[in-house]
């Protein structure tokens, strides 16, 4: 991959990052806690709860795609951006634009996805 690609991607990458931190979520606690008129009610309680854990499942997809996003900004740092990590063979450009921190070709992925299913119906 030339250098003006993976300056593109890197310039991507950096993009979304910023998008994920200045939302604020990941800093966000308001949102974790029950307030005394909810304890009162049984449906007003479970309704915050069931808020909470979805708040809760969101941030933790934000702060995993952080993690991806800034091991994919390690790999353009030290050279290997855009190669599987499986296979070495170069990621499609298609899927790059659409997950600049992919590390996984799309044949790796699904195969990747497909174990992850097997172990989640077995658990």
Request: hydrophobic share 30%.
């Amino acid at each position: 991959m030339d250098k003006k690609k993976i300056e593109h991607y890197k310039q991507l990458l950096l993009k979304h990052r910023q998008q994920i931190l200045n939302v604020g979520l990941l800093n966000k606690s308001d949102d974790l806690h029950v307030s005394e008129e909810d304890l009162s009610d049984e449906t007003d309680l479970a309704t915050s709860l069931v808020q909470q854990q979805l708040n809760c499942t969101i941030r933790d997809r934000e702060y995993a795609k952080l993690r991806k996003i800034d091991a994919a900004l390690d790999r353009v740092n030290e050279g290997n951006f855009g190669h599987c990590e499986e296979c070495e063979e170069e990621i499609g450009m298609k899927r790059l634009e659409n997950q600049p921190w992919a590390d996984l070709c799309i044949q790796h992925a699904e195969e990747r996805e497909r174990e992850e299913s097997q172990i989640m119906r077995q658990a």
